[in-house]
């Protein structure tokens, strides 16, 4: 009798034990180490944006500078070096553009520099509004380009949007621009529009997502609608 007595009290001692380990589904519970917790702010990680940022398709290929006589390019096009200007000529003969300088940019569109100005020309080698002394492709598709003595923001169809810039405009991996003037940095979203409350001597965005603004010696942080986080 003392036996069986003894084996109950075995039973409940390991019964008890499991439910400590497993819960009332019967899953196995795991203890995250406080370091390793997940801060309830916390916003979408740097990897995973840079995951969604190339999706517009615009980065697949690098740009591709003509450079060199009869050099054949991605887009079946071909280079030639006539009395110190570059030409790009179709399978067929038919000129494309020509310049003094000519990159193939990763979406098929052509940057021209002629003299001191450089333009975006479409594939078929139409010309655009888009035009400055300095143009930077963006992974975005769009371009920021130095007119005069600040930087715009045109859209590959030649739409601007209403930044300007001192420094030339930052594409952030969120897909944000990241722009200066009078020696202070402010933030605008994909569509050109300023995030108000996210400004300051210096501004970085995080990989988590979070913005991180420097006024003097203090710092602010924001989330990416330009809510401050206590």
């Known amino acids: ?19 400590q380990h497993y819960g009332s589904y019967g899953h196995q519970r795991q203890q995250i180490p406080r370091h390793q917790q997940v801060p309830h702010h916390q916003g979408p990680s740097r990897q995973g944006a840079r995951i969604h940022g190339p999706a517009y398709g615009h980065n697949l290929r690098p740009e591709v500078v003509c450079a060199s006589d009869w050099q054949r390019l991605w887009n079946g096009c071909h280079v030639r070096l006539k009395g110190g200007k570059v030409y790009v000529y179709e399978r067929d003969g038919d000129r494309v553009v020509y310049g003094d300088e000519i990159i193939l940019l990763p979406n098929g569109y052509y940057k021209v520099r002629k003299g001191a100005d450089w333009r975006i020309y479409e ?11 300095r143009i930077v492709s963006l992974w975005n598709g769009c371009y920021t380009v130095l007119v005069g003595d600040v930087w715009r923001v045109f859209e590959e169809d030649g ?31 994909e569509r050109g529009d300023r995030i108000f409350n996210i400004w300051g001597d210096d501004v970085q965005l995080r990989n988590d997502g979070i913005f991180q603004v420097r006024r003097g010696n203090y710092y602010r942080f924001y989330d990416q609608r330009g809510n401050e986080l206590r």
């Open 1 to 19: 009798m003392k036996k069986f007595f003894l084996l109950i009290a075995l039973g409940l001692l390991t019964v008890g034990a499991s439910a």
């Open 123 to 133: 594939k078929d080698g139409d010309w655009t509004s888009i035009h400055g002394s």
């Open 159 to 189: 739409d601007r949007l209403s930044i300007w810039s001192q420094s030339m405009v930052e594409l952030l991996w969120n897909g944000y621009y990241k722009y200066q003037k009078s020696g202070r940095f402010y933030v605008a979203d």
